[in-house]
């Protein structure tokens, strides 16, 4: 069975910093892209990061350049999304999805049940 078990997320201050963790089972970890996604109340979901398997080239959207860090533990089969300087509008459910292609694009074909951020102001 195909599981993505997301954790870390909670309730912080603006400016502080949560690590993000996305464990998988139940496929081959190397073959897969890891994505991060985000939901906040109201708006689309929207892309943050990606890890492909393919080469290990990272990807990220404009809000998190330079604020966060995504990273992955083969030997762990987990995928780590680092988040510093958080900003109130970081605040949403994250998700983390995995490419079985392998390069950071649609369809994900597996999807995390998702994990709550929340940042005060």
């Known amino acids: 069975e195909v599981q993505l078990v997301e954790s870390g997320g909670g309730l912080v201050q603006a400016g502080g910093s949560l690590r993000l963790s996305c464990a998988a089972s139940g496929f081959t970890f190397d073959d897969y892209a890891i994505g991060w996604f985000r939901q906040a109340p109201g708006k689309e979901r929207e892309g943050v990061s990606c890890i492909s398997s393919n080469d290990g080239t990272t990807y990220y959207a404009d809000s998190a350049k330079g604020r966060f860090t995504i990273s992955s533990d083969n030997a762990k089969n987990t995928v780590y999304l680092q988040m510093n300087t958080l900003k109130p509008e970081d605040t949403a459910v994250y998700y983390c999805?995995?490419?079985?292609?392998?390069?950071?694009?649609?369809?994900?074909?597996?999807w995390g049940q998702g994990t709550q951020v929340t940042v005060s102001s």
């Open positions: 999805a995995a490419d079985p292609e392998g390069r950071c694009r649609p369809p994900y074909d597996y």
